[in-house]
């Protein structure tokens, strides 16, 4: 049996390998018209976001972390013709379309293209002047559809490579995103983990699917320790979801317990990740604002779905579900609520651990990453004027693979 490759067992173990996406050309397809829909909410400025993200890459590779990418991996599991040709396929019944003629016509376009231009375009869209004016009779769907400017829709977000997917164990997740502005990118990832000879897809076992029914997201997943995971109930992740991968994990990996973390449903916490991260071992930063609203409850194995037990508070259920004598919350923001409430806006609680007691951050959040390092842990600060613009941190843009075990 080969050895697995995937593996996180914490969320703080020293970082080893981790998935990216470098920003390029579909952040140039945001318009202002658009921005709510593509879940955006300004127009970054796409030269300064990639040296921003080459830097934050810089950072972690020079900490000894090694960088996969996006289009790396599928640039290399598309030199396969039948794969290419099911991948596009896939690209285009996933667009909506609903003519097939159309369809027909732009899996012939995308046939004719490379490796490299198929994976640009599943990536950045295609924009309707970008496709031959090739005569043809107009269904009724064309006409209805004649303002909206793509025939594939670009994916801004795909840089928040958290999100998409996440490993659990020696298992991914690969999840199902709750807007179907996001759909693609876990498409992207069931390629990669189905003929991607590094994801080992014979040993790597899948703790969920993105064609399942109900919606999670990776920045709702936090994998605390070998046995226990703690789940975010959001605006993105539904309860129905953290039950079903709850009672897989039960079944089929070391995890003993799930904590769900109940937390408000709005845009500005729309995950999990976005209020509350693990700094070290018994160390978590929390957004002041949601302190005391969020509950949490306990999940053990039942017969068809979880034991459920609502906990007196989080760091009740944390400090019994980790077996720790006492939990450290670092607030964010300084101890000043519009500081708190503005370096959350931008972040400052998205805090990714690259060792125990080591985490990177955005520098503008000044007060917040004082106050880390107030409590004895190491800031890496990155700049992110242009990434943050997206709505997401250190941890949202990068999907670990590897990480020791602590
Ligand atoms: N884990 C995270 O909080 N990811 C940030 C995702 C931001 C992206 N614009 C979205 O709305 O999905």
Redesign the pocket.
């Known amino acids: 049996m080969p050895e697995r490759f995937l593996n996180v067992s914490s969320e703080i173990g020293k970082l080893k390998i981790v998935l990216l996406h470098r920003p390029g050309r579909e952040l140039e397809r945001l318009t202002p018209q658009y921005l709510q829909e593509l879940?955006?909410d300004d127009i970054p400025w796409l030269k300064k976001m990639k040296e921003e993200h080459d830097g934050f890459a810089k950072m972690m590779e020079d900490r000894g972390c090694q960088t996969y990418y996006y289009e790396t991996l599928l640039d290399e599991i598309l030199k396969d013709r039948t794969i290419r040709f099911n991948f596009i396929t896939d690209i285009v019944t996933n667009c909506n379309i609903k003519n097939v003629d159309l369809e027909r016509l732009l899996i012939e376009f995308l046939q004719g293209k490379t490796v490299e231009e198929i994976v640009e375009i599943a990536i950045a869209g295609l924009h309707k002047r970008d496709f031959p004016d090739i005569e043809r009779e107009l269904h009724l769907v064309d006409y209805i559809r004649r303002e909206y400017p793509f025939y594939i829709n670009p994916l801004p977000?795909l840089y928040?490579t958290?999100?998409i997917g996440a490993v659990i164990g020696e298992g991914l997740s690969i999840n199902k995103m709750k807007t179907a502005a996001?759909d693609r990118e876990t498409m992207f990832l069931k390629y990669i983990y189905q003929y991607h000879p590094t994801f080992k897809r014979e040993v790597t076992p899948l703790w969920y699917d993105y064609k399942e029914t109900h919606s999670l997201e990776?920045?709702d997943i936090l994998v605390l320790s070998p046995k226990v995971v703690a789940i975010g109930c959001s605006e993105r992740t539904s309860a129905a979801a953290i039950e079903t991968i709850s009672q897989r994990l039960f079944k089929e990996s070391n995890i003993e317990k799930v904590i769900a973390v109940e937390i408000p449903c709005t845009r500005a916490y729309?995950?999990l990740?976005?209020v509350f991260t693990m700094v070290d071992q018994d160390k978590f930063t929390i957004y002041p604002g949601i302190e005391d609203t969020v509950k949490a409850y306990e999940l053990t194995a039942g017969k068809m779905t979880p034991k459920v037990k609502p906990m007196d508070s989080l760091k009740d259920a944390l400090k019994n579900a980790l077996n720790l004598p006492a939990i450290k919350f670092i607030q964010s923001g300084g101890g000043d609520e519009i500081t708190a409430a503005r370096e959350q806006w931008n972040d400052s609680t998205?805090t990714l651990a690259i060792a125990p007691g080591v985490v990177v951050t955005y520098n503008r959040n000044e007060s917040s990453n004082e106050t880390l390092r107030q409590h004895g842990i190491e800031v890496i600060e990155i700049e992110g004027s242009e990434l943050v613009r997206?709505?997401?941190g250190p941890?949202?843009m990068s999907m670990p693979l590897v990480r020791e075990d602590l």
């Open positions: 879940l955006f977000n928040f958290r999100d996001r990776g920045g729309m995950h990740d976005t998205n997206g709505r997401g941890r949202c």
